[in-house]
Each structure stands twice: as structure tokens, then as C-alpha cells.
């Protein structure tokens, strides 16, 4: 029950059918207790009046204040009212009261505007969908509505006591937009990661419902991981190539920021397939749900991983094969630094020359009059990277100096690059002194050659000796008066007398000069081979002719021929029995002999072969043939040569070889053959192409759409601000300047309150800009990044410098100009937040074939190894890389740092 004098206020200022409005009830219960206090008091001040007037005038003037002020608080709690009774008629958006069944009661203007609703797909009037509908609502909720082509949802409250409902809607047509393109993009970069052959996971902790992951999981480890409370359990009992719990363990001890790089085998439980995987993982923490994730993508690199295998395998039967070889060998990267000795050369230094990281232990082996030409003049000619022989003395483990002759071939990569030498060293200490020991027979020879070398016959055309030479006695033993006058056949084995007897050698002499290898018998019955050159020299009368015979003693060069021969038939024994393919051609590339190996890798039985042209059979153009040809050149120079070539095999397929020629010398020192060993790598070379090719372009397809989706992130995240953010806080602005108009609210707080809105303001629109640069593409990119620069420094004492002709981004694409924005944004941003610099320079120049980006300040310096970790320097790195450019980085604490970009100007130019 309310007080009379405040049912006479109520009735002053308000109507009487507002008197039970529950929203208003508050106020007048308080207004009621202020009357009733009143009251009391008054009945208090008529006790105290009987006992003291004086008091009683006193506390009649209080009272009568007080009232006054009770009075003007209900004026004032009146008008409040009367201020929130309006605000349902102002609000832009509809706000409806209907009875239970559904009568609409009361509805502001913005509602009044509101005709039809669709509601489920069916199209209703509003008065009819309310009838159909508040029926069956219970208290509290939402619906959503299409109102006037536009989304609105409904939120209604049922009051009980007053026994309707209230409406009041929210028009979240342009948020429902926002959201609906988010999904689009995300749906496309679902659809993109589906269709790599990469499995990509987003892993919570606690909130399991916001788990994504890729449908190549399954795939891979045979198990829907929607299914599973522990992922990550499963997936580890997959693991074959090592303890599944030292798998797991590692996962666990993962911290927020932490970034783990793994390789594994697994085996597929439904499929059996075995595959070997390379797993990245990062786990962080999400904010919004206050959870743990670990993110991560798993590749399948089974064919790597056998290609490793196979080249490890290769490398094993390679030192296998140079070990059982009686050549010291080595083998050298791009710096001169051997990698590989072989067994041979190992026991001849007495250590591996691939533990030293120089040749300071080479070099006192080096004997001291040949360490200029086996040290300097070497480096020289390294540096040229061309085939190199060199001969110099060389000291054994015992401390024995060797005569070595060391011959070194280049090695390059399949893209051309220089992969360093491969080198053999020959020990020709005993050759070198034979030759020395021949040079000084030589010299007694020449002296003997004065006086006939050779044992001189002359005889006329019956055989019989009329001339020999002195030294015959020193070959046969027989003094030369003991010859003269006598057949020469006398002086031959019985097997040569009848085989040149049978042939009548005689005749044949006399028709043109011959030479003939026979036996003759010396005086102690040995047998020695001659060599005979035979001239027919015509006496004077025209009728009769002599015969003029340098005999030559080659007894030693047939035993040498029959051991060269045997030493062949071992050879070809042991080549025979080798995997690799060998074949043999003489100087002409005639084919010799081929192994077992080369026939089933050819196609060719070795009766085909025999005889015919290598370069015309195996090699399909001319300029493979003149290369082989060349190669041959250097061989006949006494070179052996390693090169890469393809050849064709009897079904017309290519294969890709290595091929090595050494070459075959015959007992004169005349080269009379090649030896070539060919090693198949075709499939070998197959494999490498693919995995370049598939690894460039599957780097170049995530690095475009990592890059893509970025930057879409940024817009959108910049209008969601712009747009929502900043038009909310105006809002809020004017309705605080309406407030501030009231005479009963202080002014000064009013105006302090808009300066904090202003100051959001600003803070929106400089997020804005900056995830946004507006100024990119209303000025240019030489004005976008002034504007970043001096926006970000306004307030801090930096000083810029930069220098960028007008024409230097002419004709550069839209894309690249914004992702250089990006780069030079991440460069200042790190520079105020970590470097505490003074000063920032940056200049941006184009020349013929590059443009080039000079970034610098004076402020701290950074660990660059460590920084290049992070994502700053990362994404200044990819985005480089994606057009083919290059970036390095320098910081040391007396200059501070310095960033320079290239990126290549064919990468980066409009193209129609």
C-alpha cells in the first residue's frame, strides 16, 4: 500500500494504469519507505515539540528540508522514469509485448515497420506468426526471423506475474555474412589440405569437439580419430621403429611454444602397408577456451627414405668395391676437404685423412723438393675445377718415400654445382725405377747402337749367311765367322724351319719386305724368339737380289705377351662375375668383349656385339657421340675418365649411366683397348626428379595459400574492428553527449568518459590501418609504409629515414607490393618492441634484373640464429622465398641491425 502523499505525486506525474508496472516498482517502493520515514518522523518531532519548543522548531525546519528533498527525488526518479519509458520508442531495433496468446500489446517503431516474417521457409503476417507461435514458447529464448529481407533474432522473456511476453530483437544480418564467408574460407582450406597427401591435425587437450583433422589420418594409421578419446595413444601403438613409449613420452613433454620434429615407421592395421612418416608438431595455448592444442602435419616419406637407403647402399658397395681395388683413392668435397680414403690409402699413411678438417698432417708426408707443386700448385688448380695428374714424392707409414702419380676428376651435382674431386694416387715407385734402370741400359745401348744393335744378317736368296754383325756371339754365342757361309736355317728350331720352310718364307721375302718372329737356336741348345725385319736389296745384275735381316732378341716380350694374356684370361674371369656392367672396345669404339651384366642390361648377346660400333649401337643423337667420343680422346692420352651418359638398350628404353674408361695398353706401351665399368642409375635418377619436383611444388603450394589465408584473416579482422568496434563505441559516444546535456549529472566526468571513447576511436582506427593499409592502394606502397612508419613513432623519439625512387615500383605487381608492405611492417614493429633504437633507415632500389630492400637501426643487437626460430623472421624469409628471393640478416652491438631482401624482378613484374 502505497502513502497518500505519494499517491497524490504518482498521480501528478504518472498514469494510473503504470502504477503495477513491474519495472517501475523499485522506484516507487523506495519512494514509498522515504514517505514512511517521513512520518515517523513527524511523529517523532510531535513527542520531542511537548517536551522542547526550541528543539521543536528545529527539527520542524530539518523536516521541512527533508521533504523538500523527498520531493524533488521523486521529481527526479520521476523523470528517470519517464526517460526509460522512452527508450523502447528510440530504439532502431523492434521491441514487442504480447499477451500469452500471442496479442500483440505494445510495439515501438522500428517493430511497426516490420510487416511479414518467414519463419522455417514459410512466409507469415506478424500478427499471425505471434498468435502461432507465444502459444507455445515455455520462458526464455531466441528465435530467428527474416524480417524485411533482413536476419533478426527474437529474444523473449515471459512474465508470469504481468502475464505477457517481451520481445526484443537484434538485427545480425551483416554478422551472419562475416560469418558465413569465415566458413567458406575455412571449408577451402579444408578442401586444400584434404587434397594434399599430407595429414594436418589440430589436437585440444580438454575441448575434443574442436579437434580437426584431416581424413588422411585414417589413411595412415588405420583408425577414425573422432573416434578416440586418446589420439595420440592409438597413434603411438602404430609406431614399429622404436618404443612406442618413448614415442608418447616425447609428445608429453611438449610445453606451450614448443615445436618437436619426428621420423617413424608405422604399419597400417587394416591394410598391412608399412609407411615411413616425418611428423611436425607445435603446441599452444588457446585463450578463448583456456585449453591447450598441439597442431601438426604428418608426410609420408617412404620413397625418400628407401631413396636414402638405396643411396647408403650405393655408397657401401662403392667403398666395398674401392677397397678390393689395389689403387689408393680418396674422395673431396666443394672445399678440398677429403671425405673418403680407401683401405689402401689408410695403410699406406697410417691414418684417415677425412678425421682433419686440413692438411697440416699431409703435408710433412709430402717430400720437401715436391711440396710445392703437391700443395700450392694443387690448391690452384682445385680452385679451376677441372681433371688434374700430378706427380710427387710421397712418404709411407715405415717412412719410406714413394714415387706417386695422382690423377683427380671433378664431381658435380646433378644441377651442374660442384661437388668436389675424386682422386686416385698410384704408387709407380717400382715403374719409376725400371724406367730409370732402362734409361741407364739405354745409354750402353746407344753406345752398342753405334755398331749395330741388332744382329745384322745379310744372305743371298738361298738363306745362306754372307754378312753378320759382331754381336751376335753376345746373343747366340756363335762368333760371327762361325755364321758366315752358312743356311741360316741351320740356326732355327725344328718346328720355325718347317713352318717358314712350308710357307717358302724365302720367295715371300723376295716379293716385299716382311717380318717374321721365329726361334733360333743359341750355342748352349736354349731357344730365344727373334724378331726379324727382312729387306729385299736387288744386286746390279737385275737377276739376283740379297736379303738384308735385323734380327732383334723379343724373347723377354713373348713372356711377357703369354703372361699379359694370362693376366687377361683373370681379368675377364673376374669381370665376369661382377654385378656391374663391363665392355670392352678398341680405339675405333669397336666392340671387344662385353660381361654377363652388360648383355642382360643391353639386351645384346656379346656374337652380336663383337665387332660392331659402341657410340652407332647405344647412343641415340650426335651429341652424345661426340661426347663419348671426346672421352675416348682423353683416354687415349692415357686419362681415365668418369662421366655421366645415356645410352639406349635393345628396346630402345634409355638408361642413365656412370661410366668409367681406363685404358688397355699392349706390351709396347700402345694403347690398344678400352676397359669400360657402366653403373645403371636410372631408376636412381628417376627418383631424385620426382621428389625435386613433388617437394618444389608442394612448398610452393602451401607457402601461396598460408599467404593467402593471411592476409584474408587481416582484412577481415580489420573490418570486423573498423566496422563493429568502431561504429559501437561512436554510438556509445553520442548517447554519453545526450547524457552530459542533463543538468543532475556532473559535467566533468561526462567529458572525461568521451575522451576515453575518443581515444578508443583512434585506437581502432590505428589497428585498423595497420592490418589494413588503406594507404597501399589509394597511394602506393612508398606512401603506405610513411604512413606506418610515422603512425607506430608518433610518440617515441625515432628518426626515419627513407629513401624510395617514384618509378621503382612501376609495373611491380599488387600482390608483391603488399607482401613487402608485410615485410617492412614485421621490421618496425620488431624494431620498437625489442631493439630500443633511435634511428631507422630504409631505402628500397630496382636494378636490371633485382630490386633490392635495405632495412637498418641503431638499436640492440639480436641473436640471429635464435630470432630466425621465430615467426617474424620466418614469414620474412617465406614470403622472399615464394618469389624465388633471398634475405640475410646482421646484427652485432656496435652497428645494431641490418636486413637486406632481393627478390628477383621476373618473379615480381605484371605480366598481361
Known sequence: MYHQLLKRQISKYLDKSRWEDQDLAPFLQAINESYKNQERDKHLSDHLFQINEEEYKSLNQKLTKLYESLEQQVKDRTAEIEDVAQFPLENPNPILRTSLEGEIMFINPAGKEIQDVVYQGKKLKIKTFFKQFIPTVESNGSVDLICNERDFIFFYKKVESKKYINLYAADVTEKRKIRKKAEENFSRLVNFLESTDDAYFIVYEKHGEKNLISNKWKNYFGFDPNDEKDIFQKKSNRVISEDPKVHLKRLKMMKPGDRLSVRYQIVNPETGESFWLAETMYKQRDLTVNDDYISGRITNITREHLY?????????????????????????????????????????????????????????????????????????????HKPATISFRLKDVKGKYHHITERAIPRHYPDGSFAGYIGAYFDLTKE???????????????????????????????GVVEYVSPNVKRTLGFSHTFLMGKPLNLFLCKECKE??????????????????????????????????????????????????????????????EAVLVENEKKYRGLFESMTLSVIEMDTTQRVQWVNHSFEKMSGYKLNYLKGKNAGTLFLKDATTRRELRRKINLSLLGQETIHEIEIQNKKKETLQTIFTTTPVYDTKGRIKSFVSILLDVTEMRKLEQAILEEKAGRQKEIMKASIVAEELQRELLGRELHDGVGHQLAYTSLFLQMAKEQTHIDASFMSKVRDQVEMALQEVKRISVSLVPLALSDLGLKEAITELVHTNIASRNIRFHFSCKEETM???????????????????????????????????????????????????????????????????TNRANFYDGTTSFHSDKQTGSTFHIELPLHKIVKHD
Open 308 to 384: 636414402s637407403m638405396q643411396m647408403q647402399e650405393t655408397e657401401s658397395r662403392f667403398q666395398k668395391l674401392m677397397d678390393a681395388v689395389p689403387v689408393m683413392v680418396w674422395v673431396s668435397d666443394q672445399n678440398n676437404r677429403v671425405t673418403y680414403t680407401n683401405t689402401e690409402m689408410k695403410n699406406f699413411l697410417g691414418y684417415e685423412m677425412e678425421k682433419f678438417h686440413d692438411n697440416k698432417k699431409f703435408i710433412p708426408k709430402v717430400h720437401p723438393e715436391d711440396r710445392k707443386k703437391a700443395v700450392d700448385d694443387w690448391s690452384e688448380v682445385v680452385l679451376k
Open 432 to 462: 719409376t725405377e725400371f724406367q730409370e734402370s732402362l734409361s741407364r741400359e739405354k745409354e750402353k745401348l746407344e753406345m752398342i747402337t753405334r755398331n749395330s744393335p741388332d744382329i745384322v744378317l745379310l744372305t743371298n736368296e738361298k
Open 499 to 560: 713352318g717358314l720352310e712350308k710357307m717358302n718364307w724365302l720367295e715371300l721375302m723376295a716379293q716385299e719386305d716382311r717380318n717374321f718372329e721365329y726361334r733360333m737356336r743359341c750355342k748352349n741348345g736354349k731357344l730365344i724368339w727373334v724378331e726379324s725385319s727382312i729387306r729385299k736389296i736387288d744386286e746390279n745384275d737385275g737377276k739376283h737380289y740379297k736379303l738384308l735381316m735385323h734380327n732383334r732378341d723379343i724373347t723377354r716380350i713373348k713372356m711377357a
Open 810 to 876: 612501376n609495373h611491380i605487381d599488387w600482390d608483391v607490393q603488399r607482401n613487402i608492405f608485410r615485410m617492412i611492417q614485421e621490421m618496425v614493429i620488431n624494431t620498437i618492441k625489442h631493439t630500443q633504437a633511435s634511428e631507422i633507415i630504409l631505402s628500397i632500389k630496382k636494378s636490371k634484373s633485382h630490386l633490392f630492400i635495405e632495412y637498418s637501426n641503431n638499436g640492440k643487437h639480436f641473436d640471429v640464429k635464435k630470432a630466425m626460430k621465430g615467426i617474424g623472421l620466418l614469414s620474412i
